[in-house]
């Protein structure tokens, strides 16, 4: 393998690591998106198995992703 061969493969997984750690930090943010909507949800009675059948999650993701949500608020209100 060149030199050049070398480089070109360094430039792409270069590249390439730019992009994932582009979209980890979107999955994170659509994440808290989607902990505030599911939030909103539960304020309005809507139950954790409902969502849970809209979104074809785990009720214990939901779950999981409540006590994020409500730890957040937390550490909001405690700043």
């Known amino acids: ?3 050049d061969e070398v480089q070109a493969l360094l430039i792409e997984v270069s590249r ?3 992009e994932i750690d582009h979209h980890r930090k979107r999955v994170s943010e659509l994440g808290e998106v989607r902990r505030t909507l599911f939030a909103e ?3 309005r009675k ?3 198995p409902t969502i ?4 074809g999650l785990h ?6 992703d ?6 957040a608020q937390d550490v ?3 700043a």
């Open 1 to 3: 393998m060149t030199d």
């Open 16 to 18: 390439q690591t730019i």
């Open 41 to 43: 949800l539960r304020s």
């Open 46 to 48: 809507v139950t954790i």
């Open 52 to 55: 849970a059948k809209a979104t």
């Open 59 to 64: 009720k214990m993701t939901i779950q999981q």
């Open 66 to 71: 409540m006590q994020r949500y409500r730890r």
């Open 76 to 78: 909001s209100k405690g």
